[in-house]
């Protein structure tokens, strides 16, 4: 699994970052009107198809089957609803949000494609009511979860993401460091230059 993920709701990022070599992105739109979402989505499949890139969805699995995506993201309030079997079916991957190790327990019966866990760090971007995991959880997760990816999310930036990965996380998504960067294509070399550090 990439390294980097980013996961933005700006297809215009998506068209600026792609050719420098990000090779795997959520798009996770909020209330916007159903003509504009598929739009957008559609716009955003086209291009990671032209850079052969990765893209998952967030949530709206339905225009995932309509659209032909073949990845999504699902929160734990959308398991109750999500046909999985249409998902399955259309051989539509899906990785899974965790908090907690209900939420794992109940994500792994669903055998999801990845398991993300956050937020590790404190992030400002979104209210959790759940304190910050800690790279400790990283690990006690990798362990739980063994040969399924895990996503680690929520307050990483470049100089953490040596010790995100060494306590077990396969990927980091990033939101706000590259959302609110002066120069988004910079700050993603800057990105691929630690993560190329932490192999050697």
Request: with cysteine; hydrophobic share 40%.
């Amino acid at each position: 699994m990439e390294k980097f993920y980013l996961v933005t709701d700006s297809v215009d990022l998506i068209k600026r970052l792609l050719p420098i070599g990000v090779k795997l992105v959520q798009l996770r739109i909020k209330d916007t009107p159903l003509d504009q979402l598929r739009q957008r989505i559609y716009e955003a499949k086209l291009y990671c198809e032209k850079y052969n890139a990765q893209l998952v969805l967030n949530d709206y699995w339905q225009l995932a089957l309509e659209l032909g995506v073949n990845f999504v993201h699902l929160g734990q309030e959308d398991l109750v609803n999500a046909d999985f079997k249409a998902l399955n079916q259309a051989n539509i991957h899906f990785g899974l949000s965790t908090h907690d190790e209900a939420e794992l327990d109940l994500a792994l019966s669903y055998n999801p494609h990845y398991i993300a866990l956050g937020p590790i760090y404190p992030t400002k971007l979104k209210k959790m009511n759940c304190p910050p995991q800690g790279l400790e959880r990283i690990t006690l997760w990798k362990q739980k979860i063994k040969d399924i990816p895990l996503v680690a999310i929520g307050g990483i930036v470049p100089e953490r993401i040596e010790n995100v990965l060494r306590a077990g996380a396969d990927s980091a998504a990033v939101v706000t460091d590259i959302q609110y960067a002066a120069d988004p294509i910079q700050r993603c070399n800057e990105w691929f230059s630690h993560i190329q550090k932490s192999y050697s």
